[in-house]
């Protein structure tokens, strides 16, 4: 029995019963984006989180069936590019099954450190370099070290929860 199977027996819990769960869950949503040898890709993603601020790292969670995972893989950099409101078409295009020229074409981009897409408007761009890749279930865990990031604090946030985006409003200025 492999080790899959063996953590399939010891939950009850369905694929289906974890979603509906994790449904519940509000997440800031995110397109990461890479340029390097193996070439251009981006997809969006709510599975991203903060892990150390010494040395600055978060990490991203990709699925290997994707598309975009042997892009990633190879380039080993990567830009987590944090999404603002009004950023929901953006996100659904970066969201599977779109050609990736077209996705890129629907907004500007720059580059800081790595060359990998920088997104024009994000709330926030972390450019990083991959450190380490932890495969887990059907996913990839990419931690992700920052050498460079900017910021926007002008613009509100955007939230994926229930199944749908939600706008977050920044505190009034106090
Ligand atoms: N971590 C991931 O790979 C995520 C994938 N998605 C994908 O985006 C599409 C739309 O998602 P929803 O409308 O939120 O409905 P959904 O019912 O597919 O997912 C509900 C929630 O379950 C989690 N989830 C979904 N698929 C997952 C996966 N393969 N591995 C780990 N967690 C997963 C996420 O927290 C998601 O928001 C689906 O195709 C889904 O697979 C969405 C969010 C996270
Ligand atoms: C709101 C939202 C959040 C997503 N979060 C993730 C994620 O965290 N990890 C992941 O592997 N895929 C996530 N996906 C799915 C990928 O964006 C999608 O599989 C990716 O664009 C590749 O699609 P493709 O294989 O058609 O190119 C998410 C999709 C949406 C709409």
């Not at 580059?111 to 990998?116: K, V």
């Not at 024009?120 to 990839?140: E, I, N, P, R």
Request: aromatic fraction near 6%.
């Amino acid at each position: 029995m492999s080790l899959h199977e063996i953590a399939a027996h010891a939950t009850n819990v369905d694929k289906q019963a974890f979603r509906d769960a994790m449904a519940s869950l509000g997440a800031a949503v995110n397109i990461i984006t890479t340029n390097g040898p193996a070439g251009r890709a981006g997809f969006t993603a709510s599975a991203v989180c903060s892990v150390t601020d010494a040395p600055p790292t978060l990490l991203v969670c990709l699925n290997r069936s994707a598309s975009v995972y042997q892009v990633f893989r190879e380039n080993r950099q990567l830009c987590v590019n944090t999404l603002a409101a009004g950023h929901e078409t953006l996100s659904t295009l970066f969201g599977g099954k779109t050609p990736m020229p077209e996705r890129f074409i629907a907004a500007d981009w720059s580059t800081l450190a790595t060359g990998s897409p920088i997104l024009s408007g994000a709330l926030a761009s972390f450019d990083c370099k991959v450190s380490q890749m932890v495969s887990v279930g059907t996913h990839d865990i990419l931690f992700c070290e920052v050498l460079a990031l900017v910021r926007n604090d002008e613009s509100h946030g955007l939230a994926w929860f229930d199944r749908g985006y939600h706008h977050l409003m920044r505190q009034e200025a106090r």
